[in-house]
């Protein structure tokens, strides 16, 4: 059985930085995709960014390009997040999720961690 867990989140002021991490257990990924994920209150959970687990080609929104990267380490089993020059903005949970290379949608998701950035 998959299982991710999210660590890493917490407050910290704008301009700051934090990394993220997200423990994947219960199989190997090499035929998937792991994502970030974010949420706040009353709206959808949005894009962040994603890995292809094999290669490491990575995709991210537009609003966190040049700030956030995504990187993840095969022998841990572990996907990170680092996020640098953090805006009020980028206040949420963030999640990890997985999904395997044929479908689209994500099956496997984390139980989330808060990120608060204060102005």
């Known amino acids: 059985q998959v299982q991710l867990a999210e660590s890493g989140g917490g407050l910290v002021q704008t301009g700051g930085s934090l990394r993220l991490s997200c423990a994947a257990s219960g199989r190997t990924f090499n035929n998937y995709i792991m994502g970030w994920f974010r949420q706040t209150p009353g709206k959808e959970r949005e894009f962040v960014a994603a890995?292809?687990?094999?290669?490491?080609?990575?995709s991210y929104a537009d609003s966190v390009k040049g700030r956030f990267t995504i990187s993840r380490d095969n022998a841990k089993n572990t996907m990170y997040l680092q996020m640098n020059s953090l805006k009020p903005e980028d206040t949420a949970v963030y999640y990890c999720?997985?999904?395997?290379?044929?479908?689209?949608?994500?099956?496997?998701w984390g139980q989330g961690t808060q990120v608060t950035v204060s102005s």
């Open positions: 890995i292809v687990w094999s290669s490491g080609v990575t």
């Open positions: 999720g997985a999904r395997d290379l044929i479908h689209t949608a994500y099956d496997y």
